[in-house]
């Protein structure tokens, strides 16, 4: 089992910045890849970002590049998600999850294990 906590949401003007975490616990040996995914309300839960493990490439949904960084720390198993220039629409709970696959990494499917998530909420 794996265990993964997110935390760093709230409420944020817009033009503002977050920074989302996530701790990974338990059996996180075989990791390969982790990702963010957000839903908004009334939405389907979609894609944010992802990143490897091994050698830290990542990859972004095109309505946040540009504006929001992943990385990851191994030592402390966490992934962080900076979220800069905040706009109404990246209102969403965010989730992070874990794949022990390398690819098809932007989608919800095949990862394995899910936070609970952590909700962003950004006013005009």
């Known amino acids: 089992q794996v265990q993964l906590v997110e935390s760093g949401g709230g409420l944020v003007q817009t033009g503002g910045s977050l920074r989302l975490s996530c701790a990974a616990s338990g059996r996180t040996e075989g990791s390969a890849a982790m990702g963010w995914f957000r839903q908004a309300s009334g939405k389907e839960r979609v894609f944010v970002a992802t990143?490897?493990?091994?050698?830290?490439?990542?990859y972004y949904a095109d309505s946040v590049k540009g504006r929001f960084s992943i990385s990851r720390d191994n030592a402390k198993n966490t992934v962080y998600l900076q979220m800069n220039n905040l706009k109404p629409e990246d209102t969403a709970i965010y989730y992070c999850?874990?794949?022990?696959?390398?690819?098809?990494?932007?989608?919800?499917?095949?990862?394995?294990?899910w936070g609970q998530g952590t909700q962003v909420t950004v006013s005009s």
């Open positions: 990143i490897s493990w091994i050698d830290g490439i990542t």
């Open positions: 999850a874990r794949t022990s696959r390398i690819n098809l990494l932007t989608m919800a499917f095949v990862y394995d294990y």
